[in-house]
């Protein structure tokens, strides 16, 4: 199924803030056009009112600012593109605080105030050497509670796999929080409705088990998570010991044919490969081969490796993998395992001019007590960034703290002495998982801190 054909809207404006009241109103009607509900269609606006306000006023590019809004099924998108990048980027990171006895700290609040008003946020720069700064804020859906369960009937061995309808969905993904270990699903399955609005926007394909009493048996999902590469949840069939009416032999017979569909549904597609991140107990792992695996710490019981699966669909085309000279060992061995085509280039500092500033995006999995940091910008402050943000999390009590480079990025290398000096060693390579290959690395042996009383 291609993906549906998403609606935009833009605006090219000058830095005055006379035209404030006219961001404002595009910003807003557009988010609402676009599905947002009242409350999030505000936080947008006032993300953006902020960002506005601060570009006329502190950072005068002295050229129009080019402001993009887009429809995205269960959340619009900001975007703002301007020709300079010297404003004070590093309030966007999660550690940023403002000094109220600091003049220049205080012009600074409304950045700070307009990172905290959006589900995520980039920071990058377009080959035309145009900054661009995403904003994007999600739709509000009711989050499943225990008490949502539907009682199921197993199905038969007279099923097929089809595609759901919205109701066929939710029940699947419903269902599926009873069958499965918390820690295998991902946050999105709390949420039936994002779930089927994701489905509808063509970022997530589904599939599921039906017999011809339309009895549901299991499901999986899988969405491209770049340009070459498929991830797969799943599958994950509705049944446990308790089910006697599903053999062994079913259940598996159940589960084989929904990754067949899977990956008939790839096969004549770009698809380099299929990745699974977090297999479960249904999933045929003899289709995949296993790229590495992390740790997951406990609070009380010793840490356990989750493995990351990859089943290679076409020949690998090769790529470019930049790199500091002190991951290039794990790169080159990790390469030769997987027999995978790569041009291994070497960054150093060769002292030029760097932001003062470096920028961080979080994405947090408090239910895994998991954390993953990505770089939006690089910065002479990169190692005390990075340490902040680990006193942070530490205070957090979050035990699973990934960085996650892009070795496609040559400017995402710098952070490497960084990540060493903060106790950071690399994981795994997950192939064509971002413009290149994308590296994982973990903070080990988290430090222990006493509960905050």
Known sequence: MAKQPRRQARLTIEDDLAFLPTVQTFIESTALAFGLGQTEALALTLAGEEIFNYLCTHVKPEAEIEISCYEGGYYAALNFSLPIRNFAMRTFNLT?????????????????????????????????????????????????????????????????????????????????????????????????????????????????????????????????????????????????????????????????????????????????????????PDLPQHHFETLGTVLEYHNTTPPTETPSLFRQMQEDPGAVAWTDPDFEPFLRSEYQRLTLPREIRLTSDSGETRADFSVLATEFDRARHKVTLRPLWAGNDMEKNIADHLTLFTREGLDNIFFIIDLGLSWQAAFTPALRENGFSPRLLLPHGGKGDLLILQKTEPKKTEPQP
């Open 96 to 280: 940023a605080t403002i000094n109220i006895e600091d003049e220049n700290s205080l012009d600074e609040m409304g950045l700070l105030l307009a990172s905290r008003m959006v589900d995520q946020l980039k920071i990058s720069q377009n080959d035309s050497g145009r900054l661009q700064l995403l904003l994007r804020k999600e739709k509000s859906y009711p989050k499943m509670t225990a008490s949502d369960r539907t009682p199921t009937t197993p199905p038969t061995d007279n099923f097929s796999i089809i595609t759901p309808g919205a109701e066929e969905l939710k029940f699947f993904i419903s269902e599926s929080r009873h069958y499965t270990s918390p820690e295998l699903l991902p946050q999105e399955f709390y949420y039936p409705g994002k779930i089927v609005d994701m489905v509808k926007a063509s970022d997530y394909r589904a599939a599921i088990v039906r017999d011809t009493a339309s009895h549901i048996g299991g499901g999986i999902i899988w969405y491209w998570s770049s340009t070459k590469m498929v991830e797969c949840y799943g599958p994950f069939i509705l049944a446990d010991d308790t089910t006697p009416s599903i053999s062994p032999e079913l259940r598996q017979t159940m589960a084989e044919a929904l990754l067949e569909h899977c990956l008939n549904a790839i096969a004549r597609s770009p698809a380099v490969g299929l990745l699974n991140r977090s297999p479960n």
